[in-house]
Every structure is written in structure tokens, then in C-alpha cells.
């Protein structure tokens, strides 16, 4: 019989809505229920393409005496970290302050007021490598519960202070200027591996917001050392593991130091983040490979995690079926010689092992690799090459296929969005802005209500309970900043006014302009979440920063530029010191200090063939943070076009940055050369 998350909308719910475990949603009802019942509750928290998330369910919460005793002594409470951030975040600060680490899937046992007094990650059904089995914790809590609850109430309490006092240190509320920029850069030198690039050692992460900072500080300075350790990583990680060569698209990261063997999920922000760093890396270098990853990236996306709405679909799963219908990690993505030569023959199959570095040992398990790119010395047939391909992947889309978790999160959409349109934008594919307009479209018309408020997900055409948080308003901004640009379509620029508009208002704290992770007017955790650091993502932080400054470029507004620079304090106070998890707001400081430009291209209609030439050498213009307006003169679309008439009846470009303005050309050459000045 189906537990409470039969009605859920969340994937990761569902997946748990058969279990014997009388499962809640994270809702107030849950507590109350462990206030009648004088009992803790359990809080397991995870998402759905996790794969220790799925061990511990079928080892544990799939069997039917741990159910028992957990419905017996607890109240058991399963939360999509995806779909409720802001809970992930407040407990999973307490693990990693009680514990020294954290992880996924997050065990923490709280008292019926939502206070944290025990904690831990994967627990084992059985006692294995010094861990406790998951039941003897649940046996040893109960004890304490029952025995020392004073104790227990008083750890609570203790904890709950300790966080409370945990408040960001801000620094002076000033941007980063060229010294702490220069800091940051060394900083990340001494930690770049120069044998594999990407910064230090295993697991290894794709380190998308820090390439941006890297291409956009060689942009602004000219400093070859930064194009070069972004150049490097881009390519050791395309001609890695975690690309993948047949299908596109980046797994979640490496677990070795070569990019060799990925934790094979794919996820749609790594994705969207990746694919405009490869653009924006073609766009400073003409680099075919970049070229190629970009694209395959975005059609990846388009094809594989696109919903039937127009949506972009969260992720897919690191397991599938082996085809003996086990459930095993990577079975969809690797290779054994004997399977090439099933599907190429014996000439084609000894090619492709080469190729993709496929050998008889394996790079993987029981014998089998994850196709690469090594460097190889000699002639290549590239038509031969582009045949084993596609007939590896004809073949590969033949086995069970892994599960892909449909909810849509505004959030990572709004990243998608701005890759899509940018990558389309550059590489003449307007399919790929299509699609961008398409996923935008869906977010105003199920995501926004009346007041321009976000809702998280959604699922099915079908609008989720839960609040957008700072990355979503901040993200979604950014990708309609994006949209706006690429498409000389002013409503855009509107609803990303909204939204950022909403950020200063509900979201930043008007003494100091720091920021936080959830509205004023959100639910009330055991405290506000504020985390400027960037992890898998831009911190709602820091991208807020971003589409604050971008907003205020296109519209001249005093109070958003204002908000973004006294969020880039936090970047001044961290950004020499941990330069690899504040990326992202290292990257805003670079278009600070360029300005940023402001680009406005005018011409007699937007199909006029001299105003698309001006327009695409506009986008293409490395300028850290540059926005870019095109539209006919006096155009009411972008505040940018105004007074801004024709140059002797021929479309002109005007760019101005610092209240000073260069003298508008007609010149493509003289665009080009001004934007990369």
C-alpha cells in the first residue's frame, strides 16, 4: 500500500512512495504527528539520481523489519534536496560542522521542533568498515531518546545556537579590485594540476564558474596564463571520461584525477554551465574542439532532457539495467572489446578501441572502459571515425536506458536558457534559441505567478508546492538578461526586472546588502540560509551579483548596481583566500571592473542584413559581462536604444561604458576591435 508520497510530484519522492516506511513530506503535519507521539523524527534526505540514495533504499528502506521499527519509533520524513534547498542546506551545515564532511543521502535525526541532535550519510543494513549498521543507529537513538532525553534536548539546543551564531563574516562591502582579481588568480595557479588540468586531485569536478573567471580575466587583461589553464582543462576534460564521446553532454565528475572514470549521472546545471563555457572558450580562441563540445552539449540537452512543456528535465541516472536486469552503475556508458566487435566487426571494432582508448583490461569494472579521446600520433579518417560513432551509438540507445527525473527546476533552467541562447546565437542555430524561448515561455507561464513570484519546480505541465529561492530568481534572471540579447526582445529584459527587483527586496539584508538563500517571508527554518560559496552551481549569491549588474547595464538603474556591488563584498573577502569555490562572483568582478559595456546596435529592422552583422559581433565580443540591445532607433524595447539614432542612414553600434561612450561605427572591424579592447 502506497505510503504519504503517493501524491508527491517530486521524482526522488515517488521512487520512495512503495516503500513499508510510513514516509512524510517535509510539512508541519510531520512534526505534529512526532509531538503526539512523543517521538524523533527521521529526516532522509537525497535526490533521485543518486546512487547511494538508491543503495540505502533497497538495503534499508525497502526492507520490511527496518520499516517496522522506524514506524514504530519515529516519524519518518523524505525531502528531494533539489526540490527544498534551503532544508538540505540549514541540516546539511550542521552535519558538516558535527561530522567534518557531508554527502548524499543526508541521515539526521531531529527532535519534533526540527532540531538536529544526531547525524550521518549511507548507513550499511549490516556493521562494515568501522560504520554502524543503520539499524543499531536507529536501535542507539531510540535509547537516547527514551533514557537521556534531557541530554538529547540540550545537544539540540546547542547546535541550533552554534549555527545561529555561524553569520557570515562580510568583509567591507566593497567590490574586489585589481589586487584581490590578481590573488585569486595565483591562488588558483598553485592549486591547477598542469599534468590533467582542472585543480587538485580526486574527486575532481568540472570547475565551470572558475573557467569563467579564468576567460573572462584573460579577456580583460590579456594574462595568457589564465586562457591557458582554462584552454587545458576544457580539452583534458572533453578528451576525458566524463564527456561523452557518443551521445554529448558531461557527466556529474571524475572519481579519479585523469578525467578517466566518471560518476556517470548526468545533471542539467553541469551541463548548461559547461556548454557556455565551451562557447564562450570558442569565442575567445576559434578552438574546433570547443566548437564541437558546445554544440554537442546543447543538443545533448535539447534531445535527452527536454520535457514534453518545453522544459528542461533535471537529470539522468547513474545506473541502468545491465541487461540481466540488475541495476548497475554505468552499464549504459561502457565497453568491452567483445561488445565493439558485436556491433563494428573485427577491423572497425580493433579501430575504435584505439580510437577511444578501449583495452582488455578495462578502465572501469569487470573489464570494461569508459570511452575516451586519448592524444594519438598519426592519421585519423574522420569519416570513418564519425561512422564507428554513430554506430556506436545507434547500438548503445538499444539497452535500458537510464532513468531521467522530469521535474523541472527553474533554477537550472534559467542556466540552460542562457546557454542555449548564447551557443545558438554564436554558431547560427536558431533551433537551439528556440528551444531557450521555449523552456523561458514555460517558466512565465507555470513558474511566475501575478506578482512575479517563483515557484521551484515543476512537474508534468504541473506547477510544485515549494518557493523559488535566491538561485532561482537569480539564474531565471540571467537566462532572460541572456534571451534579451540574443533575441532583441525587450520582454525579457522585463521580466528579469521582476525578478531581480523581488532579490533586492525579499532576499537582501538592507543594513549590510548581504544576501540570503531564502525569501524573508519564506518558511521559518531553525535558521535563514546564507551560502555565498559555489559548489555544483553559482551560489544564489553570486548570481545574484550577476543578474543585478547585468540589469542595471541595460537599464541604467543606480539602485541594482548598487546591490550588486555590495554583494561582491563577500568576493573582496573570499576570493584570495578560496578561490576555487567563489568562481562565479570572481567572474562578476572582472565585468565590475570592465565596466561592463553596454552594447547598442540600431538598424532599420532586426532582419536587415548590416544590423545582424553588427549584432553577432556584438554577442561575440569577449568583454567580460558586456549586455548587448538591438532594435530599430527609438525602439521602446531596451532603454539602451534610446537616442540612438541611424549613422547616415546605416545600422551603427554604440558602446559606452563608465558614463563615457566611444563614437558609434558602422564598421563590423571597428566593433570587434573596440568590444575586445
Same mark, same amino acid.
Given at each position: ?44 534526505? *537525497? ?87 543503520? !539499524? ?13 532525553? %534531557? ?10 545556537? %552554534? ?68 584552454? %587545458? ?14 551521445? *554529448? ?26 556548454? !557556455? ?103 585519423? %579518417? ?296
Amino acid at each position: 500500500m502506497p505510503n504519504r508520497l503517493a501524491h508527491e510530484t517530486s521524482p526522488y519522492l515517488l521512487q520512495h512512495a512503495d516503500n513499508p516506511v510510513d514516509w512524510w513530506p517535509w510539512s508541519e503535519e510531520a512534526f505534529d504527528e512526532a509531538r503526539k507521539r512523543n517521538v524523533p523524527v527521521l529526516l532522509s534526505i *537525497g535526490y533521485s539520481s543518486c546512487h547511494w540514495c538508491h543503495v540505502m533504499a533497497h538495503e534499508s528502506f525497502e526492507d520490511q523489519e527496518t520499516a517496522e521499527y522506524l514506524n514504530a519509533h519515529y516519524v519518518s520524513v523524505k525531502v528531494d534536496r533539489e526540490e527544498r534547498p534551503d532544508v538540505d542546506a540549514v541540516y546539511m551545515e550542521a552535519v558538516q560542522a558535527a561530522t567534518g564532511q557531508g554527502g548524499w543521502p543526508m541521515t539526521v535525526f531531529l527532535t519534533p521542533d526540527a532540531e538536529p541532535f544526531y547525524f550521518g550519510t549511507y548507513f550499511p543494513p549490516a556493521p562494515r568498515q568501522g560504520m554502524p549498521s543503520f !539499524r543499531q543507529v536507529l536501535q542507539g537513538v531510540h535509547q537516547a531518546w527514551d533514557e537521556r532525553r %534531557d541530554e538529547v534536548t540540550e545537544v539540540a539546543g546547542k547546535i541550533v545556537r %552554534d549555527l545561529a551564531g555561524r553569520e557570515i563574516s562580510y568583509g567591507d562591502a566593497q567590490t574586489p579590485g585589481e589586487e584581490q582579481l590578481a590573488q585569486a588568480l595565483l591562488g588558483l595557479t598553485r592549486e591547477y594540476d598542469p599534468q590533467r588540468g582542472g585543480f587538485g586531485g580526486a574527486p575532481k569536478f568540472p570547475p565551470s564558474m572558475v573557467l569563467e573567471f579564468l576567460l573572462r580575466h584573460h579577456a580583460r587583461t590579456g594574462a595568457e596564463g589564465a586562457l591557458q589553464m582554462a584552454s %587545458d582543462t576544457c580539452e583534458r576534460m572533453a578528451r576525458g571520461g566524463i564527456y561523452d564521446q557518443l551521445g *554529448g553532454g558531461f557527466a556529474r565528475y571524475s572519481v579519479d584525477r585523469d578525467w578517466v572514470v566518471p560518476h556517470f549521472e548526468k545533471m542539467l546545471y553541469d551541463n548548461a554551465l559547461l556548454c !557556455r563555457v565551451y562557447a564562450h572558450l570558442w569565442r575567445a580562441t576559434g578552438s574546433e574542439l570547443a566548437r564541437r563540445v558546445a554544440l554537442e552539449t546543447a543538443d545533448f540537452m535539447v534531445r535527452e532532457l527536454r520535457t514534453n512543456e518545453g522544459g528542461f528535465a533535471s537529470a539522468l541516472d547513474a545506473d541502468s539495467d545491465d541487461g540481466s536486469g540488475k541495476h548497475v552503475e554505468g552499464a549504459y556508458y561502457v565497453w568491452t572489446p567483445g561488445q565493439l566487435r558485436e556491433v563494428l566487426g573485427e577491423q572497425d571494432a580493433d579501430l575504435a578501441a584505439r580510437h577511444f582508448g578501449v583495452t582488455e583490461e578495462g578502465t572501469f569494472e569487470e573489464g570494461a572502459s569508459v570511452l575516451q579521446l586519448p592524444v594519438r600520433d598519426g592519421f585519423v %579518417d574522420a569519416g570513418k571515425v564519425a561512422s564507428v560513432r554513430e554506430r556506436l551509438l545507434a547500438a548503445r540507445s538499444e539497452r535500458p536506458a537510464p532513468g531521467r527525473d522530469d521535474k523541472v527546476v527553474a533554477a537550472w533552467n534559467g542556466l540552460a536558457i542562457a546557454a542555449l541562447a548564447e551557443t545558438g546565437a554564436y554558431f547560427d542555430r536558431p533551433d537551439l534559441v528556440e528551444a531557450a524561448v521555449a523552456a523561458a515561455d514555460l517558466l512565465v507561464r507555470l513558474h511566475l505567478d501575478e506578482q512575479a513570484r517563483l515557484t521551484r519546480t515543476s512537474k508534468d505541465g504541473h506547477a510544485g508546492a515549494n518557493a523559488g529561492v535566491l538561485e532561482d530568481y537569480a539564474d531565471v534572471a540571467e537566462g532572460f538578461l541572456a534571451l534579451a540579447s540574443v533575441t532583441g526582445e525587450g520582454v525579457w529584459l522585463e521580466f528579469a526586472g521582476f525578478l531581480v527587483d523581488h532579490i533586492v527586496a525579499r532576499f537582501t539584508d538592507p543594513e549590510s546588502g548581504s544576501l540570503y538563500d531564502t525569501a524573508a517571508d519564506a518558511e521559518r527554518l531553525i535558521r535563514r540560509p546564507q551560502d555565498p560559496t559555489d559548489n555544483a552551481a553559482p551560489s544564489g549569491w553570486s548570481a545574484a551579483a550577476g543578474a543585478l549588474l547585468g540589469y542595471a547595464a541595460h537599464t541604467g538603474s543606480e539602485p541594482h548596481r548598487e546591490a550588486a556591488e555590495k554583494a561582491l563584498g563577500v568576493v573582496k573577502a573570499l576570493g584570495p583566500r578560496v578561490p576555487r569555490f567563489i568562481g562565479w562572483g570572481l567572474a562578476v568582478a572582472e565585468a565590475v571592473l570592465d565596466g561592463p559595456r553596454e552594447v547598442a546596435v540600431v538598424g532599420p529592422s532586426l532582419d536587415d542584413e548590416g544590423t545582424r552583422s553588427l549584432h553577432r559581433t556584438a554577442l561575440l565580443g569577449t568583454a567580460p559581462g558586456a549586455v548587448v540591445a538591438v532594435g530599430v532607433p527609438e525602439s521602446e524595447e531596451f532603454p539602451l536604444l534610446s537616442g540612438r539614432p541611424l549613422v547616415g542612414g546605416e545600422p551603427a553600434a554604440y558602446v559606452c561604458r563608465n558614463f563615457t561612450c566611444d563614437a558609434p561605427t558602422t564598421e563590423v572591424d571597428r566593433l570587434r576591435a573596440v568590444l575586445s579592447d
